[in-house]
């Protein structure tokens, strides 16, 4: 033992969050290193623990370093620092190996990310081992989720089990200076996985480093291609090839709803967009999420025009970068945009494996580009926009997910907690010790297919964490099938508690999980539908909300959807309910509506018994509905192709005015929304909003595209006002603005400026869906704050 120095000193340093798996432990040795710090790290049950001797500036600067640049992929919620007396002298700084057990009660799996830029170099590098290698990866970079087996995160437990390491890749993956110390996934050209490629169903012989050339051929020909990624297939093609596109989107029966596009590089991508400085930072992020960008005009010159079919009908584009070295080398080769679209049938979750290709998508795709490192958990693409300068997650994956949040409650005892979500746009979240974990997307859940990748991902999470349930919370809706699946799940579980808590209000406990909020809030929760507590279908909901309970301030008037869930497929349904209220049959039948007009007299007449019957109707009062009827009414749809339709086509509608809504050509009245009391609760009348617009289209023949474009924006600035008007009468309290509605940049634009004037506090959603993805999280953190409540419901009214 060395004699103990009187300026020496021993510090304790323990990280919590993000810190295990993420290279943590050799970026401590190397900083330790580099400051002739002494010392050791393990990992542990709270996390990274790190004991450190030297002088006291130089733990000073080790502190400093490790809050203001930490590892890539590491996220610090808590650093401990403890002052400690000296019992042993360290001759060095060493890496302690933990107990398995250990890392099992505390990591979180970390997300997949994109290509680090030394992986980059390396690859572009002829001298290097790795030059055009699709696999290249670093502690930095690369998969986790997509390929993680069981914990702890060691290579024998992941998609590289297969994969014996060279001697080259073996020294540097465990030389702790080496930036590939501990990579999982640590490959090269000789010991790692090959590509291989099929064309029209047949395997073609050749060499791994050749598929990149024939994939490219392949893409000039205009042909559609399966090609495997990190968490699944894409589908791809040639994005500015109008026969491809046509051609993809003929063979997967996706005749409207955007397809992403993925281009070389952030340059070619101001080509087809236009952004703010922090939208090309989201862009060219670590994360590389698919990001919903303005289109930009394009003028006549070297880059080629993307196919109008991309994005028909819509000012925004969906478009990516290269996250995976595969992608990389073949999008250099190709130096064009090319669509990258989830491989799926409609409705079900993406495929993982060649052989769901074939069985599924053969008659779709013209070649597949596999490889030989299975995929053992899927993961689409994460879809996010930037609104007032903050990121809006539409579809967590890719790149965010699993997202862990530390919950901080001080409560002594959490009891582990499972969440089921929704039936659209599913997730699932679970709590334990201080842990919340939210799933990547799984999907709608509307099919076989589609409720097997929900048990998929449950039996995930339950392998990894070791995760046994004490208590479920599911959706107020009792036939959505998480809800079913917790129902049966209790049923064989002796002591599991379960808890259902009603749609709209688990938005808004979402928003506040995101900011760890336990206090009232002002939630606007807008959506298509959601079940309420009077089995009327709710969805512009306004609540006075807390951990514990809600309270309705205020909704739209309820109208009838004629034939149920047919009138969501048929909007037309929708907006003649809405008619029937304030307009006489005949007087339907003469307006210049184009959805209308092609409605047989005997249809429109059934339609209207059905209505006045109350038979086959069903009582709704959603936001989501209202932007429905609105689309068909100005003869923007005449059918719902994909979710959101209506509100995209109005959002790109209302763009083309400017943003006061000031228009020299336009002398027409702005609409107004009336309200009236009714049980203290604000009702807004939706029959009375649309009395104006139709008297407003029944003045020209045909809504001509002046018309349209400021009933829609118009229509936005009444949800705004009207929602502005209930918030300035609760100053006090912070607002929640969640809910699928709240994905059109328009309208959540407007609510926020008017909030920010009025110097009203926002509570952010961060990296939370507002959508059905985030309602989940919403659930877990109803069931963190009242497990220790005798009784287990939801208090309303």
């Not at 696999?135 to 297969?162: E, K, V």
């Not at 392949?218 to 093609?237: D, N, P, V």
């Not at 989107?249 to 952004?275: D, E, S, T, W, Y």
Request: charged share 15%.
């Amino acid at each position: 033992m060395k004699q103990k120095s009187a300026l020496l000193l021993q510090k304790q340093i323990t990280a919590k969050g993000i810190v295990q798996g993420v290279g943590f432990r050799p970026y401590v040795y190397r900083l330790a290193d580099a400051l002739k710090l002494k010392g050791t790290v393990l990992n542990d049950s709270r996390g990274v623990e790190v004991v450190l001797q030297g002088a006291k500036e130089q733990i000073d600067a080790f502190i400093f370093e490790l809050q203001t640049t930490p590892p890539p992929l590491a996220r610090i919620d808590e650093l401990i620092c403890i002052q400690q007396d000296i019992i042993e002298v360290f001759e060095q700084f060493n890496i302690l190996k933990s107990e398995a057990n250990d890392i099992q009660a505390i990591v979180a799996v970390s997300a997949d990310k994109s290509t680090c830029q030394d992986c980059l170099d390396e690859i572009n590098n002829p001298a290097n081992r790795h030059y055009h290698y699709p696999f290249t990866n670093c502690t930095n970079c690369g998969p986790r989720y997509t390929i993680i087996n069981q914990l702890p995160y060691d290579r024998h437990l992941t998609s590289m089990a297969a994969f014996s390491m060279c001697d080259d890749c073996a020294k540097a993956y465990h030389d702790p200076l080496d930036r590939r110390y501990h990579a999982q996934p640590v490959s090269c050209p000789v010991c790692g996985p090959q590509l291989r490629v099929y064309i029209d169903n047949e395997f073609v012989d050749c060499p791994s480093q050749h598929v990149i050339a024939i994939t490219v051929k392949l893409l000039t020909q205009g042909k559609i291609i399966a090609l495997k990624g990190l968490g699944g297939f894409h589908l791809i093609c040639d994005a500015t090839n109008e026969h491809a596109v046509s051609t993809l989107r003929q063979r997967k029966h996706r005749p409207a709803k955007p397809l992403a596009v993925m281009v070389p590089n952030i340059k070619q991508a101001k080509q087809f967009a236009k952004g703010t400085d922090f939208e090309w930072q989201v862009l060219t992020s670590a994360e590389k999420p698919i990001i919903l960008l303005n289109k930009l005009t394009q003028d006549k010159g070297e880059t080629p025009f993307l196919a109008a079919s991309v994005a028909p009908g819509i000012d925004r584009i969906g478009l990516f970068l290269p996250y995976t070295p595969l992608h990389h080398l073949l999008l250099e080769a190709f130096n064009k945009p090319i669509v990258a679209t989830s491989a799926n049938r409609s409705g079900e979750p993406i495929i993982g494996d060649i052989a769901g290709i074939f069985a599924c998508l053969g008659d779709v795709v013209d070649a597949v580009v596999d490889h030989n490192r299975p995929i053992a958990n899927a993961c689409d693409d994460s879809v996010v926009q930037v609104i007032n300068g903050q990121l809006q997650v539409i579809r967590l994956a890719r790149g965010y997910a699993p997202l862990t949040l530390s919950h901080g409650l001080t409560t002594s005892s959490i009891k582990p907690i499972l969440a089921v979500g929704a039936q659209q746009k599913n997730t699932i979240a679970l709590a334990f010790n201080r842990n919340m974990i939210l799933s990547p997307h799984i999907g709608d859940l509307f099919s076989i297919e589609a409720d097997q990748y929900f048990k998929d991902n449950l039996a995930t999470f339950k392998r990894l964490y070791q995760f046994s349930p004490s208590a479920i919370v599911s959706d107020h809706h009792p036939d959505y099938s998480p809800s079913k699946w917790a129902q049966q799940f209790v049923q064989h579980h002796h002591g599991v508690d379960l808890v259902s808590i009603q749609h709209h209000y688990a938005h808004i406990l979402a928003v506040m999980a995101a900011n760890q909020y336990q206090h009232q809030v002002i939630g606007f929760s807008f959506d298509g539908t959601g079940l309420g507590e009077d089995d009327e279908l709710w969805g512009s909901e306004v609540m006075l909300a807390d951990t514990s309970q809600f309270t309705t301030l205020g909704h739209f008037s309820s109208f009838k959807l004629i034939g149920g869930e047919q009138a969501i497929k048929h909007p037309v349904r929708i907006l003649l309910s809405l008619l029937f209220e304030t307009f006489s049959l005949e007087d339907i039948k003469k307006l210049p509506i184009k959805a209308i007009q092609q409605l047989s007299d005997t249809s429109l007449n059934n339609l209207h018994k059905l209505w006045l019957s109350h038979h086959h109707c069903m009582p709704c009062r959603s936001v989501g509905r209202l932007f429905d009827a609105l689309a068909v009414a100005l003869g923007l749809i005449d059918s719902n192709q994909f979710e959101g339709q209506a509100g995209m086509m109005i959002e790109s509608q209302a763009a083309k005015m400017d943003l006061n809504g000031n228009n020299p050509s336009i002398n027409l009245p702005e609409l107004s929304i009336t309200s009236i009391l009714v049980d203290n609760k604000t009702v807004w009348q939706s029959h009375d909003l649309f009395k104006q617009i139709i008297n407003l289209i029944s003045q020209v023949e045909t809504p001509n595209k002046t018309l349209v474009s400021y009933l829609c924006h118009q229509f936005i600035e009444t949800i705004a006002n009207a929602v502005n008007d209930v918030a300035q009468q609760h100053p006090q309290y912070p607002l929640v603005f969640t809910g699928g509605v709240f994905q059109n940049k328009r309208l959540l634009h407007r609510c926020l400026t008017n909030a920010e004037s009025n110097q009203h506090q926002v509570l952010p959603s961060k990296y939370v869906p507002v959508n059905d993805g985030g309602i989940a999280l919403g659930q877990l953190w109803y069931g963190l704050n009242n497990q220790q409540n005798e009784n287990w419901v939801t208090n309303s009214n």
